[in-house]
């Protein structure tokens, strides 16, 4: 509820409150997301290598809700925003200083540092709470995903929806205040559940291991892996087992990494890497490919708190005397995610089930496959709808000085539907499968790697506004994204992302055919127990 009670409705704020432009405004929104999804990595880091889930995330909560509270400040006191203006045109209104600026921003960057430490361990440590050797748990586990990202959404549509209406309609302070309590009083509830919970030792830097094994691999390019694995450097089971960790055999995947595990004299830890320690490297490169196929769903779903929303803005929302929050339409993206989950998980899995014998109904990069196809119906519809506002703007002349095209909003919620749909199949698979995928010690890893697709999608939507914005305003052109959205192309940009994700789609399916999915733990612990048993037996 924090983070979304912030995002929805930002570009409003930045517009009229700040008075920036709209490409402006639109690239500091997704810079910010940018970060709040990309620093999970330095949190996961920090958890595996350092500091453990848990105290990770309790030290980050404390940043979290620093950031949140100097937030709630920045925009109740009144030296720290700019003056009121009752200009019509906000371009005569007095802009924000350099120190309200600072302000507001560096409180915005503080909580994303705070986000960087909870997102990826939260939902982790949820997940440590089953054991994979039981398997009542274990099935449980299946479905705690679905319902994680249903709690989350539930977070959301309040947001979108109450925190939304406060903020455009009683104030900022109160918009923001709520949210910053309910993130203390979440804080709280966990830490009031800490006897209960199963706690994780660190167990080392993941990205630190891969490196190794990624230096060692170079150092030794020249040395020819032996036929048979036995041959390969492995610790002794017993090891693992009183270490309560995972011995992975050697695969035929990404040849070249075994290399890292031939003998050839020296014990350094960057000349010589277990076998297990290979193989996990292995499974988080390999999950690479599938990590770009997510970059472009998440550039368009930075669009939904960003243009969206501006389009929004041009449009009837009255319904009698109540005036719907642009922002607000991004509530009906969360009720269309709440209800896509909740069908998926009890009726369209059990009748998967049936046809392909696979435990999640179908396969979770299968899943992914049918997020991106509704990411691209998603954007079609959007030009095909913007197409349709601009005719009618320009019918009624509202193109040169802008103003309220006579439509009503609701014409934008197809979009927004369709995105909750695709969340349900594509971001909730997403987690899921970098979880599932990642080796039993890089879980934190494996979950900012979907943490990171967000970053990144949105990191890369402020480069192609801002490059599509340059390049059709070059040589005198008119542009496609202008501060007078009237005036603006949307259509020509949307079916520009139309485009981008028919190849992204394209790219998807060629790197899937040649994905092998990790073995499954209890079988694995199945083989090794087997192992264990036949060396005791022979001593």
């Known amino acids: 509820m924090a983070y979304y009670g912030i995002s929805s409705n930002m570009i409003i704020y930045l517009t009229e409150k700040l008075r920036q432009g709209t490409v402006t405004s639109a690239n500091n929104v997704t810079n910010w997301a940018g970060t709040i999804w990309m620093t999970p990595i330095l949190g996961a880091y920090v958890a595996d290598a350092h500091l453990g889930r848990y105290w990770t995330f309790v030290i980050a909560s404390i940043i979290y809700i620093s950031g949140m509270s100097l937030l709630t400040l920045s925009v109740s006191v009144s030296s720290l925003k700019p003056p009121r203006c009752l200009e019509a045109d906000l371009e005569n209104c007095k802009k924000a200083s350099t120190l309200q600026l600072a302000v507001f921003y560096g409180s915005l960057y503080t909580l994303a540092v705070g986000t960087g430490g909870t997102k990826p361990n939260i939902s982790t440590i949820g997940a440590d709470q089953f054991d994979d050797f039981d398997p009542k748990e274990k099935a449980h586990k299946l479905s705690f995903f679905n319902w994680w990202m249903f709690s989350i959404f539930i977070g959301t549509l309040f947001a979108n929806t109450v925190l939304v209406y406060i903020q455009d309609n009683v104030g900022w302070s109160l918009g923001y205040g709520l949210p910053t309590t309910g993130l203390a009083i979440s804080i709280v509830i966990f830490l009031a559940g800490t006897p209960f919970y199963r706690h994780k030792v660190p167990s080392g830097s993941p990205l630190t291991r891969m490196a190794k094994v990624i230096v060692a691999a170079i150092r030794k390019s020249h040395v020819s892996v032996p036929n048979d694995p036995k041959e390969l450097y492995e610790l002794d089971l017993e090891e693992y087992t009183r270490k309560g960790k995972f011995r992975i055999d050697s695969t035929p995947t990404l040849r070249f990494l075994t290399k890292a595990s031939v003998k050839t004299g020296s014990t350094s830890a960057w000349m010589l890497c277990s076998v297990t320690q290979v193989e996990e490297t292995k499974q988080m490169l390999r999950m690479i490919p599938i990590?770009?196929?997510?970059?472009?769903?998440?550039?368009?779903?930075?669009?939904?708190?960003?243009?969206?929303?501006?389009?929004?803005?041009?449009?009837?929302?009255?319904?009698?005397?109540?005036?719907?929050?642009?922002?607000?339409?991004?509530?009906?993206?969360?009720?269309?995610?709440?209800?896509?989950?909740?069908?998926?998980?009890?009726?369209?899995?059990?009748?998967?089930?049936?046809?392909?014998?696979?435990?999640?109904?179908?396969?979770?990069?299968?899943?992914?496959?049918?997020?991106?196809?509704?990411?691209?119906?998603?954007?079609?519809?959007?030009?095909?709808?913007?197409?349709?506002?601009?005719?009618?703007?320009?019918?009624?002349?509202?193109?040169?000085?802008?103003?309220?095209?006579?439509?009503?909003?609701?014409?934008?919620?197809?979009?927004?539907?369709?995105?909750?749909?695709?969340?349900?199949?594509?971001?909730?698979?997403?987690?899921?499968?970098?979880?599932?995928?990642?080796?039993?010690?890089?879980?934190?890893?494996?979950?900012?790697?979907?943490?990171?697709?967000?970053?990144?999608?949105?990191?890369?939507?402020?480069?192609?506004?801002?490059?599509?914005?340059?390049?059709?305003?070059?040589?005198?052109?008119?542009?496609?994204?202008?501060?007078?959205?009237?005036?603006?192309?949307?259509?020509?940009?949307?079916?520009?992302?139309?485009?981008?994700?028919?190849?992204?789609?394209?790219?998807?399916?060629?790197?899937?055919?040649?994905?092998?999915?990790?073995?499954?733990?209890?079988?694995?612990?199945?083989?090794?127990?087997?192992?264990?048993?036949?060396?005791?037996?022979?001593?």
Not at 457 to 466: D, I, T
Not at 481 to 486: G, Q, R, W
Not at 502 to 518: G, H, S, T
């Open 291 to 539: 990590l770009v196929a997510t970059f472009v769903p998440s550039t368009m779903g930075a669009q939904i708190n960003t243009l969206f929303i501006k389009q929004g803005t041009t449009l009837n929302r009255s319904i009698g005397s109540f005036k719907i929050p642009p922002a607000s339409l991004a509530g009906f993206v969360t009720i269309s995610m709440l209800i896509s989950v909740v069908l998926y998980d009890r009726y369209f899995v059990k009748i998967m089930r049936r046809w392909t014998k696979i435990p999640r109904g179908i396969t979770l990069l299968q899943r992914m496959g049918i997020g991106l196809v509704f990411h691209i119906i998603i954007m079609i519809i959007a030009s095909l709808t913007e197409r349709y506002r601009l005719r009618v703007a320009k019918e009624h002349g509202l193109v040169e000085n802008g103003g309220q095209v006579p439509l009503t909003i609701f014409i934008l919620i197809p979009q927004f539907v369709l995105m909750g749909t695709a969340d349900a199949f594509l971001e909730v698979a997403k987690i899921e499968f970098f979880y599932d995928q990642a080796p039993e010690s890089m879980k934190s890893l494996g979950t900012s790697y979907a943490m990171t697709t967000l970053g990144v999608g949105n990191f890369l939507s402020s480069f192609l506004l801002s490059t599509v914005s340059d390049i059709t305003k070059a040589h005198g052109h008119h542009g496609w994204i202008l501060n007078n959205i009237n005036a603006s192309h949307l259509d020509y940009y949307y079916a520009f992302f139309v485009i981008l994700s028919i190849l992204n789609l394209i790219f998807f399916l060629i790197v899937i055919k040649f994905y092998v999915y990790k073995a499954e733990i209890s079988d694995s612990i199945k083989v090794l127990t087997e192992e264990l048993q036949r060396q005791q037996s022979r001593s």
